[in-house]
């Protein structure tokens, strides 16, 4: 925490520090009542690609012979 931060919540009177805490007590609630499973999926069928491997695809498809994702090499 930084001294600006820490300075200004000791600055704080008890009824908003109170409202405060409140605050981000109903945050953290919320935040926890959006946070939700992946749903599962027959794997009967073909499954839909993200986004990234569609845009993956698409470039393999327009440079069928190249090799710029078969790099020989690594940096460091």
Partial sequence: ???VVRIGLENLD????AQLFLLAKEKAAKRNEAA???PQVS???PLVL???QQR?????????AGTNYHVPLALR
């Avoid at 008890?14 to 520090?17: F, G, I, N, R, T």
Wanted: hydrophobic share 50%; net charge negative.
């Fill in 36 to 38: 939700t499973l992946i």
């Fill in 14 to 17: 008890d009824e908003s520090l």
């Fill in 43 to 45: 794997r009967n069928e």
């Fill in 56 to 64: 993956l695809w698409f470039l393999a498809q327009l440079d069928a």
């Fill in 1 to 3: 925490m930084t001294n």
């Fill in 50 to 52: 993200s986004f990234a």
